[in-house]
Antibody, heavy 121, light 107 residues
Framework: EVHLVESGGDLVQPGGSLRLSCSAS????????MHWVRQAPGKGLEYVSA????????YYADSVKDRFTIYRDNFKDTLYLQMRSLRVEDTAVYYC??????????????WGQGTLVTVSS | DIQMTQSPSSLSASVGDRVTITCRAS??????LNWYQQRPGKAPKLLIY???TLQSGAPSRFSGSGSGTDFTLTINSLQPEDFAIYYC?????????FGQGTRLEIK
């Protein structure tokens, strides 16, 4: 059974940094692209970032470009999101998401439970 | 960037009803359209991908149709557990975008 468990969410001041982790199990992690999607309190879903299966290709939404870094450790079956220069508007639940397949790289078949990042002074 | 617009934003229905939710893309996305269900306090769950393919484990009362720019999600014979928020999402290209969501409430 696929499991994605996020951690690292916290309360941080504007301008601060945080690293989110997503521990994966139940599938061959190194074979799948992974993504981060976030959801501000009471709001809809917002796409954040993507990484391919071997980590050599990444993508960022304009709202986080140059501030967030996605990377992965296929030996540890773990996905990361390094967040810097955090803003109040980055406050959200961050979901780690698994790609359905290579053909459907932008379809998300499993989601973690989410980790809450609160940016506030 | 491709924008996704869902309608209605909310609707009320009764157990046993048939409901339809619409999603429109700002440009053609072929069949690269996915539907997700999000129950309160839970992560979204994939229901339909590639416009009309039912995800493994999703109930057969859910169905999707459409191509190009116009898509629909239909739920036949609503069950109590179906009252949730539904999101469409295009997978045509990056950046991915979600619709704003449709809240399905019990009448």
């Amino acid at each position: 059974e696929v499991h994605l468990v996020e951690s690292g969410g916290d309360l941080v001041q504007p301008g601060g940094s945080l690293r989110l982790s997503c521990s994966a199990s139940g599938f061959t992690f190194s074979s799948y692209g992974m993504h981060w999607v976030r959801q501000a309190p009471g709001k809809g879903l917002e796409y954040v970032s993507a990484i391919n299966n071997n980590g050599d290709s990444t993508y960022y939404a304009d709202s986080v470009k140059d501030r967030f870094t996605i990377y992965r450790d296929n030996f540890k079956d773990t996905l990361y999101l390094q967040m810097r220069s955090l803003r109040v508007e980055d406050t959200a639940v961050y979901y780690c998401v698994k790609t359905l397949s290579d053909t459907y790289f932008r379809t998300f078949d499993f989601w973690g439970q989410g980790t809450l990042v609160t940016v506030s002074s | 960037d491709i924008q996704m617009t869902q309608s209605p934003s909310s609707l009320s229905a009764s157990v046993g009803d048939r409901v339809t939710i619409t999603c429109r893309a700002s440009q053609s996305i072929s069949i690269y359209l996915n539907w997700y269900q999000q129950r309160p306090g839970k992560a979204p769950k994939l229901l339909i991908y590639a416009a009309s393919t039912l995800q493994s484990g999703a109930p057969s009362r859910f169905s999707g149709s459409g191509s190009g720019t116009d898509f629909t999600l239909t739920i036949n014979s609503l069950q109590p557990e179906d009252f949730a928020i539904y999101y469409c999402q295009h997978g045509h290209s990056l950046p991915i975008a979600f619709g704003q969501g449709t809240r399905l409430e019990i009448k």
